[in-house]
């Protein structure tokens, strides 16, 4: 064998091994990439979700207080002094999992977030008794906002979590489901699933 073939063999051996590791290492990459994709999507879903849950909390006991204040006639009445331990307690949580969907939302749907906690944040204000003429109408333009904005919140998670038909619409209970339920005595109760 003279040097010349020896030299090609010599070379292709280390451009094989070059390309081998080449090719690792951007299988390593791309596995990388998928995992932390993989990653994203449960922490991201988990924080839009827990967000979801605790923002719900706060809207359904605003609701019931409202009710016991003569304003929100479709909900189990529940008392300012009940309730509004249960709502700072709702309000409490509602702010640790918003640190969730700071961290792991993308902008859209942290605008959106941003957007459900400020008309949720109004209902509250008629329910701890902070808005002097707490009318019948300001209240149901409130809630209409709230429930508008939790829309627009899911469709933005589900788009930020590429869940196709991201586009929801408003669900509404019947009034007579709604007077039937037993009332809730706490936040985690005021919670029904599928809401």
Known sequence: MD?????ITV?????GAV????????????????????????????????????????YQLSNRIAASRGLHAQT???????GLPQLEAAAAQRERDWEHVLLLGDP????????????????????????????????EEAVA?????????YAA????????DARLTDGVWPVEWMMKRKPATTAA???PKGH
């Open 157 to 164: 998670a589900r788009r930020s979590l590429d869940i196709p």
């Open 19 to 58: 390309l081998s590791f080449l090719g690792s290492g951007l299988n390593d990459r791309a596995r990388f990439r998928r995992d932390h994709a993989a990653k994203l999507f449960e922490q991201r879903s988990a924080a839009y979700a827990a967000y979801g849950r605790a923002i719900k909390a706060c």
């Open 189 to 191: 109760e005021a919670s």
């Open 11 to 15: 070379g292709a051996v280390l451009a």
């Open 76 to 82: 189990p009445p529940l008392s300012p002094e009940d």
């Open 145 to 153: 906002t709230a429930s508008r904005a939790r829309t627009e919140f």
């Open 3 to 7: 040097v010349t073939q020896q030299l």
């Open 108 to 139: 859209a749907s942290v605008e959106a977030a941003r957007t459900w906690h400020r008309s949720v944040w109004l209902m509250e204000w008629y329910a701890h008794g902070w808005i002097e003429e707490a009318d019948a109408a300001g209240w």
